[in-house]
């Protein structure tokens, strides 16, 4: 794979370098400085949390484990790496860069953070880094006219990227299909976590965020985030929500499963994949991810209407807001450095932003979609409780068949959630392609 990055990644590093030329000529300074991060410290202990690199400087380089160190650019120059390579007996050290990168960077190693700071240029810097702890001599301004620009541009990714989040999505659909074995073995919610992570290879401080690992009715919780240890009886679903890393990148992959014998419920999931796939098909250059997101609301109140839990029209199930009650969150996010990247809202790169649909407060992304981005695409239908009860009082609850919304409770609720990069065509999905590549 390195073969294959070496040239992509020349590219990468000269529009990360173009882009920062125009972002720190918009804010008027001289230097750019990227911080590793450091772990954080657990209140009134001494020990850290795991240890996260900050993604502005993964983004320049495929380093995810140098605390401390820094990247510092300015224009017409090459880029700099300080290296912190301390003398420590306590903790790993990490190793001495290497690979298809290093040679595209000057590379200072230091042994201490105040020999880091001293290789910093300090006037007239955009510092982006942690606020606290504040480091002496450095100050983590974190220019908003900087960040705006490089935020917004950074939804679209480049060949570079594209390839290492390809990697994601093969490290997570290994680690699915490890996951719905367990699932069928009749394993607990940790026991299917445990198959995952061992399939991808990857600790849970690796994975891009906390795994969802939801049997039965845990599925109505949207970010369910315990570990029972023991299998519930009769095991009815399971729905997973769970990605990989690659070099800093993330795939977020969802999948729910019906145990075996239960038919009705996988008819409810055959039929929430036929408009996951639609709406998949349905990223084109041009297209307002927003509207794209009502528009499966109309889609999720058809399948609702077809499988009898209403007896309303689609448009009356929308407009009345009884979908939402199924379907509360929004139907996706982009996705790349961080698992809900940035840039989602930006209406341009000076800051400025563009609203939810009203309604609709939880969507994660409103802008319109263009080559090289890449977003989840994730519809839902949940039993949830809360919101549930809440339609039973409104007008619109006595076109609910209630008999049959509880008899799907015990279920908890249906995701299914791909990684889909816009292209000048038809869309590239990053997950069902790897799936396809495991046979």
């Known amino acids: 794979m390195n073969d294959r990055l070496a040239p992509l990644y020349a590219q990468h590093l000269a529009t990360l370098r173009e882009r920062a030329d125009q972002a720190l000529a918009r804010g008027g300074f001289d230097h750019l400085l990227i911080a590793a991060g450091q772990p954080g410290t657990k209140f009134l202990d001494d020990n850290h949390y795991p240890y996260a690199v900050n993604p502005p400087f993964k983004h320049w380089l495929p380093l995810t484990r140098a605390p401390g160190s820094w990247i510092a650019y300015t224009p017409g120059a090459r880029p700099k790496l300080v290296f912190l390579q301390p003398r420590d007996y306590w903790h790993v050290v990490p190793e001495a860069p290497t690979g298809y990168w290093v040679e595209q960077f ?103 965020y906390s795994s969802i690992v939801a049997l039965n009715e845990h599925g109505a919780v949207l970010h369910y985030m315990d570990f029972t240890r023991t299998p519930p009886q009769p095991p ?119 609203a939810r649909p009203d309604g609709h407060p939880f969507l994660r992304m409103t802008r319109q979609l263009e080559p090289g981005m890449v977003v989840t695409i994730e519809p839902g239908l949940y039993f949830i409780d809360m919101l549930l009860d809440e339609v039973r009082q409104t007008p619109a609850g006595k076109d609910v068949d209630w008999a049959k919304v509880d008899a799907l409770k015990p279920y908890g609720g249906i995701r299914i959630e791909d990684d889909v990069v816009c292209t000048e065509g038809a869309p590239e999905n990053l997950t069902r392609d790897a799936f396809a590549q495991l046979g």
């Open 106 to 208: 000057e590379i200072v190693t230091v042994r201490t953070a105040e020999e880091a700071i001293a290789q910093l240029p300090k006037r007239n810097a955009a510092v982006i880094a942690e606020a606290c702890p504040p480091i002496e001599g450095v100050e983590a301004n974190n220019p908003k006219a900087v960040l705006d620009y490089l935020h917004y541009y950074r939804a679209y990714k480049t060949p570079y990227e594209l390839e290492l989040m390809r990697e994601a999505s093969r490290i997570g659909t290994r680690a699915h299909r490890a996951a719905e074995r367990a699932f069928r073995a009749g394993e607990s919610e940790l026991g299917i976590h445990q198959a995952y992570l061992a399939a991808a290879g990857q600790t849970d401080a690796e994975l891009p």
């Open 236 to 354: 009815r679903s399971l729905l997973i929500d769970a990605g990989a890393s690659a070099s800093g990148y993330a795939s977020d992959i969802t999948r729910t499963y019906a145990a075996d014998g239960h038919a009705e419920f996988q008819a409810l999931i055959d039929a929430m994949d036929t408009v996951q796939r639609r709406q998949v098909a349905s990223v084109r250059a041009g297209v307002d991810y927003a509207q794209l997101h009502v528009q499966a609301h109309h889609q999720l109140a058809e399948v609702l209407h077809a499988h009898g839990l209403i007896r309303m029209s689609a448009d009356s199930a929308v407009e009345s807001g009884v979908t939402r009650a199924f379907f509360p969150h929004g139907l996706g996010h982009s996705i790349g450095l961080q698992v809900h990247d940035v840039g989602g809202f930006a209406k341009n790169d000076r800051g400025e932003t563009i």
